[in-house]
């Protein structure tokens, strides 16, 4: 039998793939700070505008003597603003934490973001740990920058509807307090604003990391559904573990002012150690709605702008 020889040169061989390299794969995951920036601030003001009863409630059952010593909630505190001022009190100082908001969220991504373009593996992915650190530094750099002047001004506003009424805005806020107080006035509360803001964004962008990550894992479909309920539920772990320190701020953003040791004694005697998470019940409203809107935004608007 002859033996025919076939040559390598006439056997058509599959092309090899080119290899993609770990940082080649990692580059593809990484969000420009740029579209962390744009999209943290659409997340952010859609967010604000949506959930603002929440907040307005809140912070209304955060300040002292509200509802006559009666332990508010949130049906009774908006149905007493309605029926005294009308509907649209009920979005007093909404205008400042929308601009806020979005400058906040533009912020807190944009960090997030970067410490973790530091801190993930090859494959772009977080640790727990490293997580839980990014979003508690996050936290601080929010707070600092945008947090505590918009919460200070939207505090006072609400707190000043109440009765006093001397501001027409907050614009109008800002430029009093700066003009009777000096600029420092604005950064009243600073300390427990950025020990809450700590606390909030390291839980909360930490557990959503956990939940996202998980997810991928167990190959669970990435979709607007689960990115919401990733985002509702780290709102909910968020809001238990970080309400104290919220109220705390709150009392000493309020129109009179107040050093924490003042605001935690103040609690204290007015509603005890409950009183400590009032408005959770307000809070947990809106943080839920809120992690599921600004994380689905925000996932959304990078779908959209990060190049493939």
Known sequence: MATVAISKAEIALPASPVPITSQQSRKKQLVSPGLSLFAGAVAG?????????????????????????????????????????????????????????????????????????????????????????????????????????????????????????????????????????????????????????????AVRMGTYNVLKETGKRYDLRQNSATTFANGAVAGIVSVYASQPLDTIKTRAQSASGSSIAEAVTGIMKDRGVTGFWSGSTMRLGRLVLSGGIVFSVYEAVVGVFKPQ
């Open 45 to 201: 003001g859609t967010e604000a505008a949506i959930t603002y009863p929440f907040e307005f409630s809140k912070t209304r059952a955060q300040l002292p003597d509200v509802a006559g010593g009666r332990k508010p909630n949130i049906v009774s505190i908006l149905a007493k603003v309605v029926r005294e001022d009308g509907p649209r009190a009920i979005y007093t100082g909404c205008s400042t934490l929308i601009i806020g908001t979005a400058f906040k969220a533009s912020v807190r991504f944009l960090t997030f973001d970067s410490i973790k373009n530091l801190l993930a593996n090859d494959q772009g992915q977080l640790s727990p740990m490293r997580g839980v650190a990014a979003g508690m530094a996050a936290g601080c750099v929010e707070s600092i920058v945008a947090v505590t002047p918009t919460e200070r001004i939207k505090t006072i506003l609400i707190d000043d509807a109440r009765g006093q009424r001397r501001f027409r805005g907050g614009l109008h806020a800002a430029r009093t307090l700066v003009q009777e107080r000096g600029f420092s006035a604005l950064y009243r509360g600073l300390l427990s604003t950025t020990a809450k803001q700590s606390v909030t964004s």
